[in-house]
RNA sequence: CGGAGCGUAGCUCAGCUUGGUAGAGUACCAGCUUUGGGAGCUGGCUGUCGUGGGUUCAAAUCCCACCGCUCCGACCA
């Protein structure tokens, strides 16, 4: 391709609007421009990009036995009422109209519509395990779309969903899903970490994620020092340092005026580690009370786990409705919560804690040397901490946390899809068995924009030979002359017959101008033909990423690049 | 939806406080000059100043409403 015959114009100031690296480098080197906010057209060397990530994930879908389909980007409702995920999903579903008024969906995520096809197909044991993927547009109404294709209202995706008779077989189709996606990870030139995830909105019961470790990720990590523990930061569990409470009696003590854990810590010296910290949720009926050491922060994820779905934060009025006290004096102790109607669910962590401060549900009052277990009433322990820098793992290694791009995510489903839309099959013995499923999401579009935010520099994008735009940038310098206008018949042809594809900048510019756009468009070797190197019998091969440069005859250079991609 | 900020040329931004003929850089077009890391000179094109209303002899500028965009928080591939 010709730079004068695309339609290419890069950008020399990044436009306000883009925040991140990889936004401004999409932007700036031509490869995508926003319609609106989180809608992107693509331009020509940016769906070039694009492609290429989808032929790798395709190649690995496959070789993992996935099989290609193409459902509907427009659902009907009702599959969505019957999977219940309407109401669950409601966020995030955009809903249309069609002339006679009825209602669509405008599908975020397809396991209703795949299941009902799977429900019609399968009747037997004997088809299955099947694996069926699809690479296709999906919508999600986002409540704030951001990092250009990071989080957009319309994106591709990779779906894939596994169906097999019972869960060992289940749990051998995750795996092997799993193994593609390390497989597609590496070859788009990203270190992938795999990690425990949250289950949330999907349901089921065991979750992946994986995650390019960035700065600017939405999503937070927790990693194992020396060791193999890695999982979301909503899923991650670990322990803090120890404290050392002495026993002692239970005490009441006047603490007028203090609202806060660190208002107590303060003016009453009382180390946040040694309270008890006292949230209070309602779903609107019920009130329950989420107790976590002074220091912790509630987990929103695993309290939902907890909690069930539902319950979020109550705010003052309710507070005070069902405790009589204000935050900066709730507490759990069981004498004053003689009566009340409420569920106290207690954070691990705080099992077998003595010495405790906590509030007495009462204005300017709390209570010292409180024993947990004894003094406290708690009808549940769970973990709903949330995974702090400097805590251990299970296996008493240090944990830390950091951010990533979420890139992909597996579910194991198990049958709650397939029994609400009746995937259901018979077994040898003649009985009837509804499909255990697995779900398997890759962010297309995601995945291409994380691979400029890891790969690039000061000068613009380096692109992993396996998802550039164009293997080579071919600049010819001094277009007019005979002997470079020869050299550049020479190598393309020889790049031709290689097989490599190239962009040709023959723009009429400097060579500064020239140099600068190869360095932002960041393909994997430039090839230089200019007067000077054709004199001297060769043209120039720089590499993008090293620098490195070496002259190559005009005849050899499709050969050159050929061998650089296969070694 | 809550909080903050911003809408002026394709892009980056000035002008607004104190109302008076809409600007610069860059990009783009033409010419000359230049030619291995975003050169120089000359000339040129480019705008419903986000939209609607109000105040005023006069509004990019002051007032009101709306719309859009960006950032921070809850959600996710």
Not at 483 to 503: C, I, N, R
Request: proline content about 4%; glycine content about 10%; some cysteine.
């Amino acid at each position: 391709m010709r730079w004068t015959q695309s339609l290419l114009s890069t950008l020399r100031d990044a436009p306000a609007e883009a925040e991140i690296a990889s936004h401004q480098l999409l932007l700036r080197a031509g490869l995508a421009r926003k319609l609106t906010s989180g809608l992107y057209t693509f331009l020509p060397l940016g769906l070039r990009a694009l492609r290429k990530v989808e032929r790798i994930v395709r190649e690995e879908m496959d070789r993992a036995g996935a099989l290609e389909i193409l459902m509907p980007a427009l659902q009907p409702p009702d599959l969505w009422e019957k999977s219940g995920r309407i109401q669950a999903a409601a966020d995030v579903l955009f809903h249309v109209k069609d002339h006679q008024e009825r209602r669509w969906i405008l599908g975020p995520t397809h396991e209703e519509v795949v299941t009902s096809l799977v429900a019609g197909e399968v009747q037997s044991y004997r088809q299955l395990p099947r694996t069926l993927y699809q690479i296709q547009t999906k919508y999600r109404d986002e409540i704030r779309p951001r990092f250009g294709l990071m989080r957009a209202k319309e994106f591709l995706m990779k779906d894939a969903y596994s169906f097999d008779a019972d869960e060992a077989g289940a749990k051998k189709s995750y795996e092997a899903m799993v193994g593609a996606y390390r497989k597609i990870f590496a070859r788009v030139g990203l270190k992938a970490l795999q990690t425990e995830a949250d289950t949330g909105v999907m349901g089921g019961s065991s979750s992946h994620e994986f995650s390019v470790p960035a700065e600017i990720g939405e999503g937070e990590i927790v990693t194992e020092e020396g060791g193999s523990y890695a999982a979301a930061i909503e899923k991650a569990e670990g322990k803090p340092s120890e404290r050392n409470g002495v026993a002692g009696k239970m005490e009441k003590f006047p603490t007028p005026g203090i609202r806060t854990i660190v208002d107590l810590e303060k003016k009453h010296g009382v180390a946040a580690q040694d309270q008890v910290k006292t949230l209070v949720f309602t779903n609107g009926k019920e009130t329950a009370l989420l107790l976590v050491r002074g220091d912790d922060e509630a987990q929103e994820a695993k309290v939902t786990r907890a909690l069930g779905a539902g319950f979020r934060v109550a705010v003052d009025a309710e507070i005070r409705e069902a405790l009589g006290a204000s935050p900066g004096s709730l507490g759990a102790v069981a004498s004053t919560l003689a009566g009340k109607k409420v569920t106290v669910v207690a954070d691990l962590v705080l099992k077998g804690q003595a010495g405790m401060i906590t509030g007495a549900n009462e204005n300017g009052f709390h209570f010292k040397g409180v024993e947990v277990e004894k003094d406290l009433r708690i009808d549940k322990w769970a973990d709903v901490r949330t995974v702090r820098e400097g805590d251990f793992s299970v296996s008493g290694k240090k944990l830390s946390v950091s951010r990533g791009i979420e890139v992909g995510h597996a579910f194991l489903l198990g049958t709650k899809y397939s029994v609400a839309l009746g995937a259901k099959f018979l077994d040898p013995h003649g009985k009837e068995q509804p499909a255990v499923m697995g779900c398997y999401g890759i962010g297309v579009t995601r995945t291409l924009q994380a691979v400029i935010e890891v790969h690039h520099d000061k000068d613009g994008i380096q692109w992993p030979a396996s998802v550039a735009p164009y293997t080579v940038m071919l600049v010819t310098l001094d277009l007019a002359d005979p002997a470079v206008k020869a050299a550049t018949d020479q190598v393309v042809a020889s790049l031709d017959k290689a097989g490599v594809d190239y962009f040709w900048d023959d723009r009429d510019e400097r060579p500064g101008v020239k140099f600068k756009d190869a360095d932002l468009l960041g393909f994997p070797w430039r090839v230089t033909i200019g007067a000077k190197s054709v004199a001297k019998g060769g043209v120039e091969i720089r590499c993008r990423k090293t620098g490195a440069m070496e002259m190559v005859s005009p005849a050899e250079v499709g050969s050159w690049v050929r061998n650089k991609l296969t070694s």
